[in-house]
């Protein structure tokens, strides 16, 4: 892994942002935008699955961390590049590169200890928090803000609240009593350093500094009745009908036989594509934009969180223990049912391509502008390890 080049700049800027957001939160009249609030669909789907608690751990190919990516121009796909012919080509390397050097410094500043007493909470989320990692969320909650018309700064403190939040997802998913990880971005999980108990407290911590880090520190120039619909849309996103009701679905459904393609999806519907599509719509909100292109926004979060988790269940059964950091075929080990399983691998390729299609179609609004998100989406299916 390339070491973080700390963007001294990006660092004093936050430091200087934190506390500027002091306009309190005035009751205003409901915008337009906050019509938005479409929240989860609610499917419900009958419950006879066979499926396992999965981490939803990003396993991406190192390409954005290569020490050459930054010299490398590479189109997201032959297709994207024949269909934007007109454009200029896509460097996606560098903007993954670039934009997690921002994300990276953003989180970093997040979280300092402020004094002894609170020393050994904050550094085991210091620890998870900045153990590396992709930083897709936060990246796709920064280009979705750009593309509505935003600015990068306008997203950065939802964009370090999406990470907390995932993080703190992480470090629960791999408590003993849930899927009992020793083992997480090739370094030993959260519990194990720190404690069960700290580490429980741990994501706690991280899932409610999450929230009053967005209404702190999101610039004061952004409109508060976005960082208002912001900030409700990541607590749907981790409760009843997000990522908890999703993990209590799995659990549910965990032994039971006769799992189908609709209940997986259901499953990872709310357990992993929730936090990714309120990563894009929280950006689009925060950039301006309208219902209607939040709700495209999230059509492609959807349909890109269920080709990262084909992607993520195909990597499991051919990529080796080491290129993913954490153990490999653990799926399979616990007879879990996966998309491989159900479709065969070559099955779960196409249906991976297919999600990424239907999901790059509902930005075809957005132009050219929509270049980084579409070319994240071939980024998905594409990675190798
Ligand atoms: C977790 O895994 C370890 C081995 O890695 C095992 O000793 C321990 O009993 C497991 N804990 C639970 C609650 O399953």
């Known amino acids: ?62 390409a954005a961390t290569t020490a050459d990516a930054h010299s490398t121009s590479r189109t997201s796909s032959p297709s994207a590049a024949a269909s934007a012919s007109s454009l200029p080509t896509f460097d996606l390397n560098k903007y993954l590169l670039d934009k997690k050097d921002a994300v990276e410094s953003a989180l970093d500043a997040s979280l300092q200890v402020t004094s002894p007493q609170v020393a050994k ?62 083992l997480r971005r ?43 619909s912001v900030i409700a849309r990541l607590a749907a996103s981790v409760g009843a009908t997000g990522l908890a009701g999703g993990q209590v ?22 357990k992993t594509a929730a936090l990714l599509k309120v990563s894009v719509a929280a950006g689009a909100i925060l950039g301006g934009a309208s219902a209607e292109e939040v709700e495209a926004c999230e059509t492609y979060a959807l349909d890109i969180g269920l080709a990262f988790q084909v992607a993520d269940d195909i990597l499991d059964v051919t990529a080796s223990t080491e290129a993913l950091g954490k153990t490999a075929g653990k799926d399979l080990n616990m007879d879990k049912t996966t998309y491989p399983k159900l479709l065969g691998l070559e099955g779960s390729r196409e249906e991976a391509r297919r999600l990424v299609g239907e999901a790059k179609a509902a930005l075809g609004r957005f132009g050219g ?10 980024y998905i299916v594409e990675r190798k390890n």
């Open 1 to 62: 892994m390339v070491g973080f080049t700390t963007s001294t700049c990006l660092v004093l800027s936050l430091a200087a942002l934190s506390g500027t957001r002091t306009t309190a939160f005035q009751p205003v009249a409901r915008p337009p935008a906050s019509s938005c609030h479409s929240g989860t669909p609610s499917v419900s789907g009958p419950c006879s699955t066979n499926t396992r608690r999965h981490p939803r751990g990003w396993v991406m190919a190192a």
């Open 186 to 228: 090739g370094k030993p999980t959260n519990h194990v350093i720190y404690g069960e108990d700290v580490a429980i407290l741990a994501g706690d911590a991280l899932l409610s500094t999450a929230f009053e880090h967005v209404a702190k520190h999101t610039p004061s120039h952004v409109p508060a009745e976005r960082v208002v």
């Open 249 to 270: 679905m799995d659990l549910e459904c965990e032994g039971k036989k006769g799992v189908g393609l609709e209940e997986l999806t259901w499953i990872h519907t709310h």
């Open 369 to 378: 502008r929509a270049a980084p998100l579409l070319a994240i989406a071939d």
């Open 121 to 182: 909470i904050t550094e085991s989320m210091r620890y998870s928090l900045l153990a590396g990692g992709k930083r897709i969320r936060p990246i796709m909650c920064i280009a979705a803000c750009e593309m509505a018309g935003g600015t990068a700064e306008d997203a950065m403190a939802a964009a370090v609240a999406l990470e907390m939040i995932h993080t703190m997802s992480l470090i629960h998913d791999d408590l003993p009593s849930m899927d009992n990880d020793s």
